[in-house]
């Protein structure tokens, strides 16, 4: 069996139970082939020189963990200039808050390239290479152009934007060009794959060859949708551990006379935040039943503040809660609890599970693990009711949730005070449903199914 060699912006060590549901189930096949995990090691050189940085192997049992520093200038530029300040707000369609004037994609470019030299030097000749998200959309361009003959796939995490979006990224034909290096290229939906058809069809007068294989800039592509799941067992195992047992019964007592809803995520502009707190503040009006009564608990954990973009938006979404709790909270009861840090991952089933409703209203999302965990946690007996955008991947799978459009702020209020209403029957047919998908589409479906195709493809 040829070795697997995994390779993402971060690496996670699959041993520990902190790693999440994709660190485990790319550890299973890691473990499996005795594989390689490839990535950055979250180290910034102060001093370093730009395209250098040392390589850090460790080994996690039979998995070998290689990782490289980046410098100051690297990590500004590749990782929040480019990465995160162009390609990651223009695949979230939001153009008005990308950054394309910094120079960003030399750094970008060097530091995919800096990865290329080093994992070159650990690969094995029948390697099979998996190479994740955004940051690395050239690295298999720069390891061909190194000599490398491997089968490698790519697979994109978050959306590809409609082709005049993608378009407006002054590398566009560079970085889609970079996509047809790969053997395989896999999105979250079908909707992608659809945007990626449009775009290279239009752009690159690309043929189609059928069953999703594209010719174009002088090379062959096979692309695929491949909707990410996650670990159920795993999850229902850590729901029923000691402490989110313990946080079930600690929120249950303290909220035992409310109706909680739930909302946990990274503090993300994709997230939709700022539009799901109008929808609440528009349901405590709307349906003043709901005063007193219902209360919201808003996870945003810290991510990318070193960003200004984020800063802003923690700034709003204070101000946002301070005016919603100041007009309609009451001596003894605030409407929203908006909590700006990071939840033990062992705890976060209770959260769950507590909920009666979770709100899970991105205004664009490759997928939303978040939507899945929710439904993994809840008593089949007596389960919560899942709000969910349309607009995240989640949407095409997850068709018995109540879906929702983020950007309609009365809609989203309407199916709220649906799902605090909803009775025994309805919210027990619908969760039996969304958990048979999520069981039948978990994490190792989505792996499995974008390995045997990769092994099944040989690109051009
Ligand atoms: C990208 C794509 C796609 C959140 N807050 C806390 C916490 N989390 C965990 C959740 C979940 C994960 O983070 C978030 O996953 P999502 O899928 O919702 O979103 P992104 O981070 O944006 O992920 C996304 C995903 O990649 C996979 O392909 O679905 O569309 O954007 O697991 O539980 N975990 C802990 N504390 C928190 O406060 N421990």
Not at 329 to 346: K, Q, T
Request: proline share 4%; net charge neutral.
């Amino acid at each position: 069996m040829s070795r697997l060699v995994v390779v993402s912006n971060r690496v996670a060590d699959p041993r520990k139970a902190t790693a999440g549901g994709l660190a485990v189930a790319l550890g299973e096949a890691l473990k499996a082939t005795g594989g390689l995990w490839f990535g950055w090691s979250g180290s910034i050189v102060e001093g370093g020189a730009p395209g250098e940085g040392e390589l850090h192997v460790q080994h996690a049992g039979s998995v070998t963990l290689a990782t490289v520093d980046l410098s100051v200038e690297d990590h500004a530029g590749y990782y929040l200039g480019y990465s995160n300040g162009v390609l990651w707000p223009v695949f979230h369609y939001r153009l008005d808050l990308a950054r394309f004037d910094g120079g960003h994609i030399n750094a970008y470019r060097r530091v995919n390239q800096l990865f290329a030299r080093k994992l070159m030097t650990l690969l094995k000749p029948d390697d099979i290479i998996w190479v994740h998200d955004y940051h690395l959309i050239p690295l298999a361009a720069e390891l061909r152009a190194l000599g490398s003959t491997h089968r490698i796939g790519f697979f994109l995490h978050i959306p590809l934007p409609p082709q005049l979006l993608l378009a407006a990224i002054p590398q566009h034909e560079w970085l889609m060009r970079a996509l047809f290096s790969y053997d395989l290229v896999g999105f979250q939906s079908e909707v992608d794959l659809l945007h990626f058809s449009h775009y290279v069809h239009a752009e690159a007068s690309a043929e189609s060859l059928g069953q999703n294989r594209f010719r174009a800039f002088d090379r062959t592509v096979q692309a695929g949708a491949f909707p990410i799941g996650i670990d159920v067992d795993e999850f229902a195992a850590l729901t029923h551990g000691k402490e989110a047992s313990d946080m079930y019964e600690r929120m249950k007592e303290e909220y035992s006379r409310r109706k909680l809803l739930l909302g946990v995520e990274r503090l993300d502009y994709s997230k939709g935040l700022p539009q799901r707190l109008r929808a609440f503040q528009t349901l405590l009006k709307k349906y003043p039943e709901n005063l007193r009564s219902a209360t919201l608990i808003q996870i945003a954990s810290p991510s990318r503040e070193d960003m200004g973009t984020y800063t802003d938006l923690l700034q709003e979404l204070e101000s946002l809660c301070g005016a919603i709790n100041g007009n309609f909270g009451e001596l003894d009861w605030m409407p929203i609890r908006f909590i700006h840090r990071n939840v033990a991952r062992r705890r976060l089933p209770g959260l769950y599970r507590v909920a009666r409703v979770a709100l899970v209203t991105p205004l664009r999302d490759g997928m939303n693990l978040v939507a899945k965990e929710f439904i993994a946690a809840q008593d089949p007996a007596d389960p919560g009711v899942l709000v969910l955008s349309r607009f995240a991947g989640a949407a095409d799978q997850l068709k018995e949730a109540l879906l929702v459009n983020p950007y309609d702020t009365d809609g989203t209020a309407d199916a709220i005070q649906r799902a605090l209403n909803m009775s025994l029957e309805e919210r027990q047919s619908r969760h039996q449903k969304l958990l048979k998908t999520i069981r039948e589409q978990d994490v190792h479906w989505w792996r499995q199914t974008f390995l045997k195709t990769l092994a099944e493809t040989r690109s051009a």
